[in-house]
Nanobody, 128 residues
Framework: QLQLVESGGGLVQPEGSLRLSCEAS????????IAWFRQAPGKERDWVST????????KHADSIKGRFTISKDIAKNTVYLQMNNLKPDDTGVYYC?????????????????????WGQGTQVTVFS
């Protein structure tokens, strides 16, 4: 059974850092594109970052460019989101999502409708 489990969320002060993890089970990341999305209270879900199945192509939303980095560890079958210089506007539930794209793909979509498999989310709260 394909499963995504996020972890690493928590409370942090502005300018702080967190690293989120998205551990996959039931499938290998070699064949899947993975993305991070987030949803703030009362707001729609927003795309954050995407990494291709090849790992060689990444995309980031303008709001987090230069602060967040997406990466993956094939050996651990895990995708990470390193978040630096956090701001209160980064507060929300962070979800990872997966979609089959084949091995070596450079496909990096940013629409939630492109992804069929989702984790349960991890809460990130940035407070001053």
């Amino acid at each position: 059974q394909l499963q995504l489990v996020e972890s690493g969320g928590g409370l942090v002060q502005p300018e702080g850092s967190l690293r989120l993890s998205c551990e996959a089970s039931g499938f290998t990341l070699d064949y899947y594109t993975i993305a991070w999305f987030r949803q703030a209270p009362g707001k729609e879900r927003d795309w954050v970052s995407t990494i291709s199945s090849s790992g060689g192509t990444t995309k980031h939303a303008d709001s987090i460019k230069g602060r967040f980095t997406i990466s993956k560890d094939i050996a651990k079958n895990t995708v990470y989101l390193q978040m630096n210089n956090l701001k209160p506007d980064d507060t929300g539930v962070y979800y990872c999502a997966a979609q089959w794209s084949g091995s070596g793909s450079t496909w990096t979509p940013f629409l939630g409708t492109e992804f069929h498999f989702w984790g349960q989310g991890t809460q990130v709260t940035v407070f001053s």
